[in-house]
């Protein structure tokens, strides 16, 4: 089983549409947790943290439920610039490194 | 601009080949990785570096080799490439147990 599992998509949504992607972890140790974003044939960026409180940065909010291990990305009115790979990772507390999951793609159209 | 840079952008090898991807970094991190990216694999980490003067395996270290040159700069070394290495090769640097990375654009290899 993968550490950290995604849904690959696509998700195909239209302009203002909202959607949400979910990711689970396998390894109850880990610390920290983020969203990552990666542009066709580019390099990941930080996309925003994950806290336990749930945490908000304009049209995204990301949640997490360490009960489950899941973690979750929301992102509402969307734009046709939202269209990339999201990527799900964890520091894990075995390593102290990040582990990525595989991504989902979104392809938002006009 | 601050940031971490990797060169080349892209490379072709004949099987049983030998090169050395190159990364630097200016944003003063001590810790450095390297990546790679393979279709529906998602960034596996073959080697990295926690501060100058170590170096550590990753999830994927078989084939590979890497320096830690300096504070800066963090090589990878292909010694006998094989297809199975063709992939996308990122770097990465950030302060130690972050979850903040940041990436240079990448080394697209196809070893053929």
């Known amino acids: 089983r993968k550490e950290v599992e995604q849904d690959p998509g696509p998700f195909n949504v239209p302009e203002g549409a909202t959607v949400a992607f979910n990711c689970t972890y396998s390894?109850?140790?880990?610390?920290?947790f983020f969203w990552y974003r990666q542009d066709c044939r580019k390099e990941p960026k930080l996309l925003m943290s994950?806290?336990?409180s749930g945490n908000e940065d304009g049209r995204f909010t990301a949640q997490l439920n360490r009960a489950s291990q899941y973690i979750s990305l929301l992102i509402r009115d969307s734009k046709l610039s939202d269209s990339a790979t999201y990527l799900c990772v964890v520091l894990s507390g075995n390593t102290g490194k990040l582990i990525f999951g595989q991504g989902t793609t979104l392809q938002v159209k006009p | 601009n601050a940031g971490v840079t990797q060169t080349p952008k892209f490379q072709v090898l004949k099987t049983g080949q030998s090169m050395t991807l190159q990364c630097a970094q200016d944003m003063n991190h001590n810790s450095m990785y390297w990546y790679r990216q393979d279709p529906g694999m998602g960034l596996r980490l073959i080697y990295y570096?926690?501060?100058?003067?170590?170096?550590d395996k990753g999830e994927v270290p078989n084939g590979y080799n890497v320096s830690r040159l300096n504070k800066r700069e963090f090589s990878l070394r292909l010694e006998s490439a094989a297809p199975s290495q063709t992939s996308v090769y990122f770097c990465?640097?950030?302060?130690?147990?972050?979850?903040?990375?940041?990436f240079g654009s990448g080394t697209r290899l196809t070893v053929v």
């Open positions: 994950v806290y336990s």
């Open positions: 570096s926690a501060s100058e003067g170590t170096t």
């Open positions: 390894n109850s140790a880990s610390q920290s």
């Open positions: 990465a640097s950030s302060y130690p147990g972050q979850g903040s990375y940041t």
